[in-house]
DNA sequence: GTGTTTGCAAAGTGTTTGCAATTTA
DNA sequence: TAAATTGCAAACACTTTGCAAACAC
């Protein structure tokens, strides 16, 4: 969410998703898309949330991801059993994760080349193709 | 674990990692490791065991298989928040996971090339990289 | 015998859900 | 006012842990 486009973005995706543009899915989205790329596990962005002083649940913050999810702001990676994180990256790209802090960040498509792909067996698409990174220190 | 060699194979891992063949360990290495390339929930595996007749406890299960996982035995895979894979194949290869379904299943390491591979940060390590084509019903 | 391993049940994580109260249009 | 949304707490799925009994060497 950059300075020139205030919330028509964030109004318009919630409104293809039918989705009413409350207090606090506006202050969840602001606090997801205004500060550039941001990988962030529900958890995260609940205290953050709380730290800035916005009164939601936890639980709504759930639904929030999710919803925001299904509206395309986010976009859902797995990279640990148990936690799951939201990226506000929604282009397609890559991802570098640090496996003692548990920090992810992206990498460009253009920095990882995968070709010849798998034919996907008959009825099924290929949703998506993920490529994670996993370092570790030496 | 093929027919030629029965129990070397899982006793000779198990001892690197000063772990004692019990009934229990040889049980599961079994199941695990005798019918080729499998992917496998900690749930599955006990269900097996317990449909073997094998006495087993859920929680020794996971152990094992986190103990097995430290030998080398196995590999765990990540492709669902909240629920843990480990893989019998401990090659490098990359995975197709049937997001509708749960099925998780190989893909040739020779099938996807990936190049162009970032330089990690300093102190740090590349631990692997991980490709998972995820499909659905189209 | 001594140290390891097991099994149970309890505790822990991260996430989802049911439902009454609140808010939005 | 009608329908959507929220928050709480309870429920959930999966996983880990503490500790006494059982086992391997």
Same mark, same amino acid.
């Not at 790329?37 to 800035?52: F, G, K, N, W, Y």
């Not at 916005?54 to 639980?59: E, G, M, Q, R, Y």
């Not at 059993?81 to 990498?107: K, Q």
């Not at 995968?114 to 067996?121: F, K, R």
């Given at each position: 969410?950059?300075?020139?486009?205030?919330?028509?973005?964030?109004?318009?995706?919630?409104?293809?998703?039918?989705?009413?543009?409350?207090?606090?899915?506006?202050?969840?989205?602001?606090?997801?898309?205004?500060?550039?790329?941001?990988?962030?596990?529900?958890?995260?962005?609940?205290?953050?949330?709380?730290?800035?002083?916005?009164?939601?649940?936890?639980?709504?913050?759930?639904?929030?991801?999710?919803?925001?999810?299904?509206?395309?702001?986010?976009?859902?990676?797995?990279?640990?059993?148990?936690?799951?994180?939201?990226?506000?990256?929604?282009?397609?790209?890559?991802?570098?994760?640090?496996?003692?802090?548990?920090?992810?960040? @992206? #990498?460009?498509?253009?920095? #990882?080349?995968?070709?010849?792909?798998?034919?996907?067996? @008959?009825?099924?698409?290929?949703?998506?193709?993920?490529?994670?990174?996993? #370092?570790?220190?030496?």
């Amino acid at each position: 969410m950059s300075a020139d486009r205030p919330y028509t973005y964030v109004l318009e995706r919630l409104n293809a998703a039918g989705l009413r543009p409350t207090r606090q899915r506006l202050a969840l989205a602001k606090l997801l898309l205004e500060a550039g790329d941001r990988h962030i596990t529900a958890e995260q962005l609940h205290s953050e949330a709380v730290a800035a002083g916005i009164k939601v649940s936890l639980a709504t913050v759930y639904n929030t991801l999710h919803q925001f999810t299904k509206a395309a702001l986010l976009r859902e990676v797995v990279v640990e059993a148990g936690r799951a994180y939201f990226d506000t990256n929604t282009s397609e790209h890559h991802h570098l994760f640090r496996e003692d802090t548990g920090e992810l960040s @992206d #990498i460009a498509p253009s920095a #990882i080349a995968v070709s010849e792909l798998p034919v996907p067996p @008959d009825g099924m698409t290929i949703d998506r193709v993920e490529v994670i990174v996993r #370092i570790k220190p030496s």
